[in-house]
């Protein structure tokens, strides 16, 4: 029973995290070479993270 509980919060987690990565990287996306949200090079740092956490 409290096993089930906590893999329901984790899953509940990972999909919080992959929401927030997909919303990232829709925001920080490819302007001319430069993300259009930091103003960096692209893909700057967020971007690359997101990436990351979408892959897993
Ligand atoms: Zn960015």
């Given at each position: 029973m409290?096993?089930?509980?906590t893999l329901?919060?984790?899953s509940?987690?990972?999909?919080a ?6 919303a ?7 302007a001319n ?5 930091c103003?960096?090079?692209f893909?700057?740092?967020r971007?690359v993270?997101a990436e ?5």
């Amino acid at each position: 029973m409290v096993e089930t509980i906590t893999l329901t919060e984790a899953s509940s987690e990972v999909e919080a995290l992959y929401q927030l990565a997909a919303a990232v990287l829709n925001e920080h996306t490819n302007a001319n070479d430069l993300c259009a949200v930091c103003g960096c090079a692209f893909p700057c740092e967020r971007a690359v993270l997101a990436e990351h956490n979408l892959s897993l």
